[in-house]
Nanobody, 121 residues
């Protein structure tokens, strides 16, 4: 089993910044990718950004130039630096990880509980 714990959410004024963190722990031999998703009330879940190793493979058009995903492979941690926040960025942000287990016998996706980001106008 793998656990993902997000932190760093909160309330911020438009134009402000937040940095989200997500730490993975448990039965891990390799993290194949990590990603941030978000879901606002009444809207579909949206992929914000994905990183494979140290390579950013996906980033949503709505956050390009404002958000940056990065990772610390040694700490099984992924970050989301969010700058120039807008009210439309308000959502619950989830971390997801594609993980190979300790013996290399399973590969599964895991998701954290999420952290609320609220941007006031």
């Amino acid at each position: 089993q793998v656990h993902l714990v997000e932190s760093g959410g909160g309330l911020v004024q438009a134009g402000g910044s937040l940095r989200l963190s997500c730490v993975a722990s448990g039965d891990i031999s390799k993290i194949n990718s990590m990603a941030w998703f978000r879901q606002a009330p009444g809207k579909q879940r949206e992929l914000v950004a994905r990183i494979v190793g140290s390579t950013v493979t996906d980033i949503a058009d709505s956050v390009k130039g404002r958000f940056m995903i990065s990772g610390d492979n040694a700490q099984n941690t992924v970050y989301l630096q969010m700058n120039t926040l807008k009210p439309e960025d308000t959502a619950v942000y989830f971390c997801k990880a594609d993980v190979t287990n300790t013996f290399g016998t399973r590969r599964d996706d895991y998701r954290g509980q999420g952290t609320q980001v609220t941007v006031s106008s």
